[in-house]
C-alpha cells in the first residue's frame, strides 16, 4: 500500500497533477473508471476528471486540441489520427493497451431468423458468412434493398474485423450491404427501430440488445481474433514528452483499475451500471464470459470475452499496430508506399 508520504513525492515529482480523461460508455472503459472509484489515480497524486463522450469523433478531436490530456481511444483511430487521415494530423501514442477483445456482431431477430442457421452458437465464422452471402444474392435477384449495417467508427478492430470476415466470404462490404457509423450507445435504439439490421461493437450493447429482445447475438468477434486489440490509451507525442511522470503514474494507476477489475467481475459491473446507466445483469456477460446469443437461450461459456487483465492485455504492440494499416492500405485508406513498421513503431511504444 502507498504511504501518505510515498504519495506526496510522487506528486512531487509529477510535471501535472490535474488531468482531465475521456472515455465511451463501453465495459472496456472500466479500468478507468476503477481507477478513479477505487482511488488508484489519488494514490498516485494524481487528480482526475472523467469526461463520458457520446462518439469516438468527440474524443480524438479533444484529445487533438488538448481538451483531454488522454482518453479511452480506439487503436485504428489513434493510428488514423497520427497519419492525418480524417482529421488534422496529430503525432500520437498509445502507451498502454486497455483491453483485448470484446466485441460481438449483433442482429436484428428477423435477419437472424431469415439466415435459417440451426445452431449458431456452434457454427464457425466462415459458416455464417457463406449463409449471409448467399441471403444477400437472394435479396440482389430479388432486387430488394441493401442490408444495413453499423459499425463504430471508420477506423475501428470493428469495421475491420466485419470487412475482413465479409471479404472472406466473398461478400464486398463497399458494394453489397450498407456499412455505416453510429455511436455504440445508439445501436440498440436503431436497431429496435429498424434503422439497421444488425451491428458490430464493444460490450455492453450486444447484451443490451439480447435482453431487450430485440436482436440476436451472430458471433462474438473472438470467433473472427481469440486475442483482438481493441482500446488504448491515447496522447499525443508532445504531450507524452512534456509529461513523462505523470504518464507513468496514470499507467501505473490504470493497470490498477484494470487488475482490479479483472478479480472482482461483479463488483466492476456495478461500478460500471452507475456509470452507463445499464442494469449490471447487462453488464456482466462480457465480463464473466457467460454469454447468451439470445433471450431465452442459455448461456455459453466463452473464454477471454473480453480481456482487461494487464498481464495480458496491457502492452500496445507493434505487430498489432502493423496489422490496423496493413488493413487500412487494404481498402485504400492510406498510401501504398506507406512505412507500416515505421509508423506503427512511432504510436505503439512499449512502457
Known amino acids: 500500500m502507498t504511504t501518505p508520504q510515498q504519495t506526496t513525492q510522487q506528486a512531487s515529482a509529477l510535471e501535472k497533477d490535474k488531468l482531465t480523461l475521456g472515455y465511451m460508455p463501453l465495459t472496456d472503459a472500466l479500468p478507468l473508471i476503477a481507477a478513479q472509484e477505487m482511488g488508484y489515480f489519488r494514490h498516485a497524486g494524481l487528480n482526475v476528471t472523467l469526461q463520458q463522450e457520446v462518439s469516438w469523433a468527440n474524443i480524438r478531436d479533444k484529445v487533438i486540441v ?16 497520427h497519419l492525418g487521415i480524417g482529421c488534422l494530423r496529430k503525432p500520437m501514442q498509445a502507451p498502454m493497451s486497455l483491453a483485448l477483445n470484446g466485441n460481438a456482431l449483433t442482429v436484428s431477430n428477423t435477419l437472424a431468423e431469415t439466415l435459417a442457421v440451426d445452431d449458431i452458437a456452434s457454427s464457425s465464422a466462415q459458416q455464417l458468412g457463406q449463409q449471409l452471402a448467399t441471403l444477400i444474392q437472394q435479396r440482389q435477384q430479388n432486387e430488394q434493398e441493401k442490408l444495413v449495417f453499423a459499425v463504430v467508427f471508420p477506423f475501428s478492430i470493428h469495421n475491420l474485423l466485419m ?3 465479409l ?21 440498440v435504439d436503431h436497431l429496435k427501430l429498424q434503422h439497421i439490421d444488425g451491428f458490430f461493437a464493444g460490450a455492453p450493447w450486444n447484451s ?15 470467433k473472427l481474433w481469440q486475442q483482438a486489440p481493441d482500446k488504448v490509451l491515447g496522447v499525443t507525442q508532445k504531450w507524452a514528452q512534456q ?3 505523470t504518464l507513468q503514474a496514470l499507467i501505473h494507476a490504470i ?12 463488483k466492476a459491473a456495478e461500478l460500471l ?14 465480463l464473466t464470459g457467460e454469454f447468451r446469443y439470445k433471450l431465452g437461450d442459455s448461456p455459453v461459456s466463452i473464454h477471454n470475452m473480453l480481456v482487461l487483465d494487464p498481464l495480458q492485455a496491457g502492452d500496445a504492440k507493434v505487430e498489432h499496430g502493423e496489422w490496423f494499416l496493413q488493413q ?3 481498402w485504400g485508406w492510406i498510401q501504398a508506399d506507406t512505412d507500416i513498421k515505421h509508423v506503427a513503431q512511432e504510436c505503439f511504444s512499449s512502457r
Open 66 to 81: 488538448g481538451h483531454f490530456d488522454a482518453a479511452q481511444m480506439l487503436a485504428p483511430m489513434l493510428l488514423a489520427t
Open 163 to 165: 470487412r475482413d470476415w
Open 167 to 187: 471479404a472472406d466470404a466473398g461478400i464486398d462490404p463497399d458494394k453489397d450491404i450498407e456499412l455505416l457509423v453510429l455511436p455504440p450507445s445508439q445501436m
Open 208 to 222: 443490451v440488445a439480447i435482453q431487450q429482445g430485440v436482436g440476436q447475438c451472430l458471433m462474438p468477434a473472438t
Open 243 to 245: 509529461h513523462p511522470n
Open 255 to 266: 493497470s490498477q483499475g484494470a487488475q482490479w477489475c479483472h478479480e472482482h467481475p461483479e
Open 273 to 286: 451500471a452507475e456509470a452507463l446507466e445499464q442494469p449490471a445483469e447487462a453488464l456482466l456477460p462480457a
Open 328 to 330: 487500412m492500405q487494404r
